[in-house]
């Protein structure tokens, strides 16, 4: 019934790029919209980025100018485009879909930028 696929977490160097994919499914309902989520060890899970249905954005202050959501065609595929990564970007990252003012979530993958 719901489904939440992520990949493309790993190790960069600062100043490095990463592109991370989630791969969203939801029988029987309409997806509204996509996020990408991420979450240190003490901290709270916060939203990085968002995209709409109708392809509207809205980003963290803290990756304005660095990360770009973007979503695919028919399969409901959602990206983030990481680039300029700094240290304080390393955290597990979540991908997100509301359908029907109900949020589903993925696994989490892993993202640290490190030298």
């Known amino acids: 019934q719901v489904q939440l696929v992520e990949s493309g977490g790993g190790l960069v160097q600062p100043g490095g790029s990463l592109r991370l994919s989630c791969a969203a499914s939801?029988?029987?309902?309409?997806?509204?919209?996509l996020s990408w989520y991420r979450q240190t060890p003490g901290k709270q899970r916060d939203m990085v980025a968002t995209?709409?249905?109708?392809?509207?954005?809205n980003y963290a202050d803290s990756v304005k100018g660095r990360f770009t959501i973007s979503r695919g065609n028919a399969k409901n595929t959602v990206y983030l485009e990481m680039n300029s990564l700094k240290p304080e970007d390393t955290a597990v990252y979540y991908c997100?879909?509301?359908?029907?003012?109900?949020?589903?979530w993925g696994q989490g993958t892993q993202v640290t930028v490190s030298s």
């Open positions: 997100k879909a509301m359908v029907t003012n109900v949020n589903y």
């Open positions: 995209i709409t249905r109708y392809g509207s954005t």
């Open positions: 939801v029988s029987g309902f309409s997806i509204n919209n």
